[in-house]
C-alpha cells in the first residue's frame, strides 16, 4: 500500500458549503419540533400601590393567603413560610407550598378560588428564581401526561409593599 507524503506547503481546507446545509437542516428540524409550553408566564400579579383601595360592601371579602420567603445575606432562601407554618427551605418546601395552597382553597374545583389571593412577601435580597417559583406553585400544578394541562389554583397573586434592607 503506498502512502502519499504531504509536503508542508499543502493546506487541508475544510468544505463550508456541507456544514452550512447540515446548520440549515438542524435549525430547521428543531423550529420544527419546538413546543411551547402555554401555562409558561400566565400570571396573574398585582403589584402593592401607594394608597390603600377601598372595597364596596358587595365583594366577598376572603382572607389573603399569605406566603412569605426569607432569605440570608447571599439571597439563597432560609425559610418559606405560609402563614406562620414554616415549610423549610428547597424544592420539597415548595412542593409542600402547592399541596398546602390546595388544601386551603379546597381543591382545584373551587368557584371561589377566583376571588381568592395570594400575597408573596420576600426578603429584599432574595433571589427572584425562588420568587418565581412560589408564584409557579401557588398558581396551580400541571396535570397528568400527555397534556400536562394546568390545573389552577389561585389565579390572582399580589406582591407586599417592599422592605428596604436593614
Do not use: W
Not at 54 to 74: C, F, G
Not at 111 to 126: G, Q
Amino acid at each position: 500500500m503506498k502512502i502519499r507524503n504531504r509536503g508542508k506547503g499543502e493546506k487541508i481546507e475544510a468544505q463550508m458549503a456541507p456544514m452550512i446545509d447540515v446548520v440549515f437542516q438542524l435549525l430547521i428540524f428543531f423550529m420544527l419540533t419546538l413546543k411551547i409550553v402555554e401555562p409558561e408566564g400566565d400570571f396573574n400579579i398585582n403589584m402593592p400601590i401607594g394608597a390603600p383601595s377601598t372595597q364596596t360592601s358587595e365583594e366577598i371579602n376572603l382572607p389573603d393567603i399569605k406566603v412569605r420567603l426569607i432569605s440570608n445575606d447571599t439571597g439563597q432562601l432560609v425559610d418559606l413560610q405560609l402563614g406562620r407554618q414554616s415549610l423549610g427551605n428547597g424544592q420539597e418546601a415548595f412542593e409542600r407550598l402547592n399541596h398546602k395552597i390546595e388544601q386551603v382553597i379546597g381543591g382545584a374545583n373551587n368557584p371561589l378560588t377566583k376571588d381568592m389571593e395570594v400575597e408573596i412577601d420576600a426578603d429584599y435580597n432574595l433571589h427572584y428564581s425562588y420568587i418565581i417559583e412560589a408564584i409557579s406553585k401557588c398558581r396551580g400544578r400541571l396535570g397528568p401526561p400527555p397534556n400536562y394541562d394546568l390545573i389552577p389554583y389561585v389565579e390572582k397573586i399580589k406582591f407586599a409593599a417592599p422592605r428596604p434592607p436593614s
